[in-house]
T-cell receptor
């Protein structure tokens, strides 16, 4: 079945550090890939999506490139800020049934 | 724009109690979802509804019932609360008819069972 694996449970960085959160997926078809961000006390918010191989999604300085060959959609940001501290979810959209499958999430902590 | 409202924000129940959570959206979206969020385990789908009066089971439907009374509302019932259970229940909706549509989430209902 469809699934998403996020390698890091927690990432701790200092401001202006480079961020990478790894995401790999498993799907039988050709899924859409998403990143969501969740701040304390709120529901997850859509960050961006990509729906075909080599497509880059981006928003708020975050970006990820759909790689069908390595089944990956890693999140990157060149210079993180304290306000980026949140939980980040990689997700896979199955177009056949309106479902989205979420990874376990990665807690990002950015120290000033 | 629109908003998803979930009530109550906090819910405290007793073991064995039947508990109902409510969700309202004014996006005019056809599809609505209920997820359970446990610490460190991401979001797991309980039920979803493609349109009014439709119900589809997710991966975690055992122990829950759902009801889509009208397009704008979607309720979830915990049929028998489990002692020491703690989780956040998230409601979401998505744009109708789009294969790769993102989901919009409410702020959640935090459940504690004593």
């Amino acid at each position: 079945g469809d699934s998403v694996t996020q390698t890091e449970g927690q990432v701790a960085l200092s401001e202006e550090d480079f961020l990478t959160i790894h995401c790999n997926y498993s799907a039988s078809g050709y899924p859409a890939l998403f990143w969501y961000v969740q701040y304390p006390g709120e529901g997850p918010q859509f960050l961006f999506r990509a729906s075909r191989d080599k497509e880059k999604g981006s928003s708020r300085g975050f970006e990820a490139t759909y790689d069908k060959g390595t089944t990956s959609f890693h999140l990157r940001k060149a210079s993180v800020q304290e306000s980026d501290s949140a939980v980040y979810y990689c997700a896979l959209g199955d177009p056949s049934n309106n479902r989205i499958f979420f990874g376990d999430g990665t807690q990002l902590v950015v120290k000033p | 724009g629109g908003i998803i409202t979930q009530t109550p924000k906090f819910l405290i129940g007793q073991e064995g109690q039947k508990l109902t959570l409510k969700c309202q959206q004014n996006f005019n979206h056809d599809t609505m979802y209920w997820y359970r969020q446990d610490s460190g385990k991401g979001l797991r789908l309980i039920y979803y509804s493609i349109t009014e009066n439709d119900l589809q089971k997710g991966d975690l439907s055992e122990g829950y019932d759902a009801s889509r009374e009208k397009k704008s509302s979607f309720s979830l019932t915990v049929t028998s609360a489990q002692k020491n259970e703690m989780a956040v229940f998230l409601c979401a909706s998505s744009i109708p008819g789009q294969d790769y549509a993102e989901q919009f989430f409410g702020p959640g209902t935090r459940l504690t069972v004593l």
